[in-house]
């Protein structure tokens, strides 16, 4: 039979409904379906004997044991087992009052001749008897599809027109999401959120979102699970709560604690997210699991204890059945337990060591082991295992353990046990790479080129320049276009200045994209951020962090670090900006969870606490203990969001070589219990400012590893006395990185005076790479632009340079000869490894320096 092209019939259909706005489905009669049987092709008809047209149908039956569908022709069809469930192509998805879906009815073949049985169209049997179908919920979201493609049909079943709308479901454990089509989406862990594009956001009364419904494509056939729009079930059907909690039992109790457990209950409309166990009538914990240790109770009282379940949009189930429970009497047993023995490490991680230990002994028995770190009690555990969480990595600890007995007499503690954590990158060495913002602009360095100059494969961090500090509300700050003040010693450059185009907001061509995709630009996350998305994809070793301050953004930490309050704000906001990803709407793009599962932690970068930094900035004597403060309070707050979503994030910051701004500023031995990392600045020894600021007069190198005993300065700046002041503080090397320049600093008039202008009278600062950085040449760049300029090696304090002549210019820059000789330092010295300012300066060549210096 000649057919219709499926495309022109959908113009002509779009037209007919343009033409003639369709009544409300709600209004409509039922639809009825007759299956014809050809052979082995079977086709069901569709009808709609009513007055008004109906949009949004699906036809689901049963076939024998052993018959499957195969072939589906204008619509798409889902087996599982038996059951079948047919949904119509999007031309015939509206059936016309009093018409039929002829001549484009839904066929399909059968592995054998069958007829199906037990058929319904939208919940009614398809022969029109029985009771008539139940009114169609206001809006609903119907999965079409089979395989790896599939897709979502928004029907809005009222008289008004749905304005805005997304759909969030969960896919089995590794299967993702990808490729959308007339929608954007996005996926943490099981869960994918769909957005529509600009022209289907508004759904038309009585209408749906045919024929540009959302699609996607998914790496292994699967059926989505726990679907929702607008927060509400696909289907329209009201959330079921969890049921009840069963078999609530207590295993141990004590003078002061009791134990409980629980049977798992069974899910409701969404998966179980967790337990609320109340004492009477108060709520005592909140808890993941089935158990939970209750504490601080009366001695010799009776409690009552229910728990109810609790799902993920915080539906909860009846209570459990009520359980009493007498806590102990002390005066019953005052004979403390043996204390554990054999206390050892059976393992370690990053952030936690696990312990074992021989059991103790007691007349009434032992109800649980506390496990100390020092003095301080880290957790309780009822068997003879523990593992410590919340750790620092790289950090030794002194664990002992003490039991206790059914009535809280508490053993001497066992032996004492050092152990240590595992290092932030295992037994490697981390390569931090710092990203600018603005590199996309007069640099033209994109994300892309991270993975196309082999950057990316080679790096273990990126951290991503800069977020700024908002002057008024003292919070994170995004969503911003103000670009910062030309002049360098403007004290109020940085206030308010932000790129949100460029971090989430500009479309990416498909040149500069990372897969080579490029934005429609109606995307809800474009911009480097979505590149930095794309870029973990495919390389997943990499962590990516954002880094908060900057010599320009540093103006308001002393006032985000000065109180508790202030502490407490700040790092929330800058937690539900980054690593939440709630980023403010902006051009169309961003919102509530939009930059989510980018940012794997924090940098920190206050430029400089107690110190001098950008002209003015905000300093204050109280600014070393209060950044100990802040760093601690960005800690709390990271592991706290670890509790709820099982991830680790990481915490560090970017420190200064000067020993005089660590006096200042830096509780060394401290700040260490919270970070994962400090990027010791291992460069802007010496330099010209494109102000001619700075050290306009004299040449210097910037980055030398030792101290240069031709150095005129009585500070005599190097890599290895900055890094002595960490390791002198207690500081484990395995925490410190050492900084490498991609970029070179130079000056101009420069007399040879016989050491080819080394440490030389100058003129200024010579010309940039850019206009406004006098000084400032990125590697690449500088090499290929200062003709003439002779590279040179200080083999004595590891330097590297170039001079063009007498009354030239004169460059000082790290290379492959030095970056070779301060990596061999950095593993003769068991330190972590090198951070690197900043990515652009190099097209492959330092990095694979790094690489092979660190193997």
């Not at 969480?389 to 007995?405: H, K």
Request: aromatic share 8%; net charge negative; glycine share 12%.
């Amino acid at each position: 039979m000649r057919r219709t092209p499926p495309i022109l019939f959908a113009l002509l259909l779009v037209a007919a409904l343009t033409a003639a706005p369709a009544a409300p489905a709600a209004a409509a009669a039922r639809l009825t379906a007759v299956f014809t049987l050809t052979g082995s092709q079977g086709k069901f008809t569709v009808s709609n004997p009513g007055t008004a047209p109906v949009t949004g149908w699906s036809i689901t039956f049963d076939l024998p044991p052993g018959v499957t569908v195969g072939n589906p022709q204008n619509a798409t069809t889902t087996q599982n087992g038996t059951r079948v469930k047919l949904t119509p192509a999007f031309y015939i998805n509206t059936v016309r009052a009093g018409g039929s879906t002829e001549p484009y009815s839904p066929a399909f073949t059968l592995s054998s001749p069958a007829q199906p049985t037990g058929c319904t169209i939208n919940g009614a049997n398809c022969d029109g008897s029985g009771d008539p179908p139940p009114p169609p919920a206001p809006v609903t979201a119907t999965y079409t599809g089979g395989g790896t493609r599939g897709g979502f049909v928004i029907a809005n079943n009222t008289a008004a027109a749905l304005n805005g709308w997304s759909i969030t479901f969960d896919l089995p454990a590794g299967v993702t999401a990808s490729g959308a089509q007339h929608a954007t989406l996005s996926q943490s862990g099981r869960q994918v959120t769909l957005t529509p594009a600009h022209y289907n956001t508004t759904v038309p009364a009585g209408g749906s979102t045919e024929p540009y419904s959302p699609a996607f494509t998914l790496s292994a056939p699967a059926e989505p699970e726990n679907c929702r729009i607008n927060d509400v079930r696909c289907d329209g059907s009201a959330d079921t709560p969890p049921a009840a909690p069963g078999n609530l039992r207590s295993p141990v109790k004590t003078t002061k604690t009791v134990s409980l457990t629980w049977d798992a209950s069974a899910p409701g409309s969404l998966p179980v997210a967790g337990y609320e166990v109340y004492s009477g009538a108060a709520p005592a914990a909140t808890v993941t699991g089935t158990s939970t240790t209750l504490t601080g109770l009366t001695p010799d009282t009776e409690y009552t204890f229910t728990v109810k379940a609790r799902d993920r949009k915080g539906n909860t189930s009846p209570a459990s059945a009520a359980l009493k429970v007498r806590t102990n009497n002390p005066g019953d047993d005052t004979r403390p337990p043996t204390a554990p023995s054999g206390l050892r490490s059976t393992g370690k991680g990053p952030a936690s060591v696990s312990l074992a230990w021989d059991a103790s002994t007691d007349n009434t028995g032992v109800a649980g082991y506390d496990v100390y770190i020092g003095e301080t009690l880290k957790t309780t555990v009822p068997g003879t295992t523990a593992t410590v969480n919340g750790l620092s990595p790289s950090t030794e600890y002194t664990f002992t353990v003490r039991a206790r007995d059914l009535y809280d007499n508490v053993s001497p503690p066992s032996n004492a046990l050092k152990a240590s954590t595992a290092d932030i990158v295992g037994d490697g060495y981390a390569r931090v790479g710092y990203f600018v913002q603005w590199g996309i602009y007069g640099r033209q360095y994109f994300v892309r080129n991270l993975d196309t100059t082999g950057a990316a494969a080679k790096l273990t961090h990126i951290n991503y320049a800069f977020g700024n500090v908002d002057p008024v509300n003292l919070t994170c700050l995004h969503g911003v276009t103000k670009g910062t003040s030309p002049n360098p010693q403007d004290p109020n450059q940085g206030d308010g200045a932000g790129d949100a185009d460029a971090d989430y907001g500009r479309p990416m061509s498909a040149a500069q994209s990372v897969d080579g995709v490029g934005d429609t630009g109606w995307e809800k996350l474009r911009g480097n951020y979505n590149q930095l998305r794309k870029l973990k994809a495919k390389h997943p070793h990499l962590k990516v962090l954002i880094s908060l301050g900057g010599w320009t953004y540093s103006k308001y930490f002393s006032d985000v670090a000065a109180t508790d309050a202030a502490r407490r704000k700040f790092v929330s906001s800058c937690i539900d900006l980054y690593i939440k990803g709630d980023l403010p709407v902006y051009n169309g793009a961003g919102g509530p969870g939009t930059a989510a599962g980018i940012f794997d932690g924090i940098d920190l970068d206050w430029e400089w606490p107690g110190a001098e930094g950008h002209p003015g900035n905000h300093v204050s004597p109280a600014d070393k203990r209060n950044n100990t403060l802040l760093i601690a309070e960005f800690r709390r707050q990271l592991d706290a969001l670890t509790e709820e979503t099982g991830r680790r994030y990481q915490l560090t910051a970017f420190t200064p070589a000067d020993p005089a701004k660590i006096e200042a500023g830096w509780e060394l031995a401290e700040v260490a219990r919270h970070l994962d990392i400090f990027n010791v600045q291992g460069y802007d020894f010496h330099g010209a400012g494109s102000d001619n600021s700075w050290e306009p007069n004299r040449t210097g190198h910037q980055g030398n590893l030792y101290a240069d005993a031709d150095d005129p300065y009585p500070f005599r700046f190097s890599v290895e006395n900055a890094v002595k002041e960490y390791l002198d503080a207690g500081v484990n090397p395995r925490k410190i990185t050492i900084g490498l320049a991609y970029y070179g600093r130079g000056w101009q008039g420069v007399t040879d005076g016989g050491r080819s202008g080394e440490w030389q009278p100058a003129t200024g600062a010579a010309p940039g790479q850019f206009q406004e950085e006098a000084g400032t040449r990125g590697y690449g760049n500088l090499v290929a632009s200062v003709p003439g300029c002779t590279v040179r090696h200080d083999e004595q304090a590891v330097a590297t340079y170039c001079f063009t002549g007498n009354g030239g210019q004169w460059w000082t820059f790290d290379d492959t000869w030095s970056i070779a000789r301060k990596t061999a330092w950095v593993r003769q010295k068991g330190l972590l490894g090198v951070m690197i300012w900043e990515m652009s300066g190099d097209t492959g060549t330092l990095t694979t320096a790094v690489d092979t210096g660190l193997r």
